[in-house]
């Protein structure tokens, strides 16, 4: 997610997090991704990879059964106290055990593959591939790179603290060899001139 130039360290605080996604329209873009492309039901188990403070949770149906991996400690934290009766648990995403908990219907990852280089990323997906059922989806969002767009939109992916932006071409190719992948590219999720990739993989 764009950080307008604040300083990095200042985003693992979960408060300058919270306020800075606020800021720039965040949750607006949270709910839409979710709405229109994840598309949760009442009943589903869901799988919140990179979840951060629990963000998700907010735009959910209910009921549903929820998981939410975060490396921050802080952040964890943060979402055991705002949903405590969500399940959150603080480990790195590509070696996270959700052996007790799978399968779920949907995974998620708002905002983490551009955190990820190429085989991390794959590692990812691989991961949402074991613990996902059969026809269930995984679906991402992340900043991405496009010929042309406006020197504000460049300026703030250019900042991001993930070091591992794509342009859509290259973000398809993480998923590819691992499935059938949809993707859109759009430009009004935030507030800010911004761009982002939906990418949905469905798995076989």
């Known amino acids: 997610m764009a950080v307008l130039n604040l300083p ?13 996604q ?5 949750p607006a873009c949270h709910r839409r991704f979710i709405e229109s492309y994840a598309r949760p039901k009442a009943g589903d188990r869901i799988v919140d990879l990179g979840c951060g403070t629990g963000a998700s949770l907010e735009h959910l149906p209910q009921p549903i059964s929820y ?25 790195d995403i590509l070696t996270v055990d959700l052996s007790s908990y799978a399968p779920f219907d949907l ?3 708002f ?8 085989a991390a990323a794959g590692g990812l997906v691989d991961l949402a591939r074991r613990v ?15 010929a042309g ?3 504000v939109a460049k300026m703030l992916i250019d900042n991001d603290r993930g070091r591992h932006i794509r342009d859509a071409e290259r973000y398809r190719k993480l998923f590819t060899p691992r499935g059938q992948v949809e993707t859109v590219v759009l430009s009004d999720m935030l507030r800010v001139p911004y761009s982002m990739i939906v990418a949905r993989l469905r798995i076989a």
């Open 67 to 91: 998981v939410g991996v975060d490396l921050s400690q802080q952040y964890i934290d943060t979402a055991r106290a705002r949903f405590p009766k969500a399940r959150f648990l603080c480990s």
């Open 132 to 146: 996902v059922r059969r026809g269930g989806l995984l679906v991402t969002i992340d900043p991405c790179r496009v």
């Open 149 to 151: 767009q406006p020197r």
């Open 107 to 109: 995974a998620m990852a």
């Open 8 to 20: 990095k360290s200042a985003l693992s605080m979960s408060w300058v997090f919270g306020a800075y």
């Open 22 to 26: 606020r800021l720039v329209g965040a």
């Open 111 to 118: 905002g983490v593959l551009h955190h990820l280089d190429d």
